[in-house]
């Protein structure tokens, strides 16, 4: 079994800065893409950046380019979201996501979630 966990949610500021972190954990072989979507309250869930195995590639919705980075350690299996410049509008429930191969298999998965509250 995989377990995507997430972490560094919080409550902050407009205008300021939070680091998520997303660590894999379980038995498999390599992890491809790994993304971070959002959910805010009433809305449908959306995309927010992806990043390939290499790092060599990385995509963002255009709402959050120049403010958020995404990032990767293949050694820890985790993907890292720093978020800077914070708005009202980036409030949300921040999930994880994960492409997840072993040797006979590939899977997708999610994690739970973890909450980011910007206030003014």
């Known amino acids: 079994q995989v377990r995507l966990v997430e972490s560094g949610g919080g409550s902050v500021q407009a205008g300021g800065s939070l680091t998520l972190s997303c660590e894999a954990s379980?038995?498999?072989?390599?992890?491809?893409?790994m993304a971070w979507y959002r959910q805010a309250p009433g809305k449908q869930r959306e995309f927010v950046a992806l990043i390939t195995r290499g790092g060599g590639y990385s995509r963002y919705t255009e709402s959050v380019k120049g403010r958020f980075t995404i990032s990767r350690n293949n050694v820890k299996n985790t993907v890292y979201l720093q978020m800077n410049s914070l708005k009202l509008e980036d409030t949300a429930v921040y999930y994880c996501?994960?492409?997840?191969?072993?040797?006979?298999?590939?899977?997708?998965?999610w994690g739970q979630g973890t909450q980011v509250i910007v206030s003014s």
């Open positions: 996501n994960a492409d997840v191969h072993t040797i006979s298999s590939s899977s997708n998965y």
């Open positions: 379980g038995r498999f072989d390599s992890i491809s893409d």
